[in-house]
Nanobody, 111 residues
């Protein structure tokens, strides 16, 4: 199982980023997928989840209306579109499923 995140970086408040998670080593379309984040000194937070085939999504209240999770089962890739970013969104973002998680990508929101 391999999950590799990309797309993080430094962005100003109000800006946008799109995270990607490339999956391999398992049948991607069979698993629900999630994005988590963890900021220094804080507990890990479940940000968003998406089911395997129906694409039903769920979001933490803190990101609802600003973030969009999606997946492309043909490309074995999970996405997280992040808009209207706030400084409190600064964290390491991980993609994960029941089999494991990736190494994470840093998102920093700062002016």
């Amino acid at each position: 199982v391999q999950l590799v995140e990309s797309g993080g970086g430094l962005v100003q408040p109000g800006g946008s980023l799109r995270l990607s998670c490339a999956a391999s080593g398992f049948i991607f379309s069979s698993y629900a997928m999630s994005w988590y984040r963890q900021a220094p000194g804080k507990e890990r937070e479940l940000v968003a989840s998406i089911t395997s085939t129906s694409g039903t999504t769920d979001y933490a209240d803190s990101v609802k209306g600003r973030f969009t999770i999606s997946r492309d089962n043909a490309k074995n890739t999970l996405y997280l579109q992040m808009d209207s970013l706030k400084p409190e969104d600064t964290a390491v973002y991980y993609c994960a499923n029941l089999l494991g998680r990736g190494q994470g990508t840093q998102v920093t929101v700062s002016s």
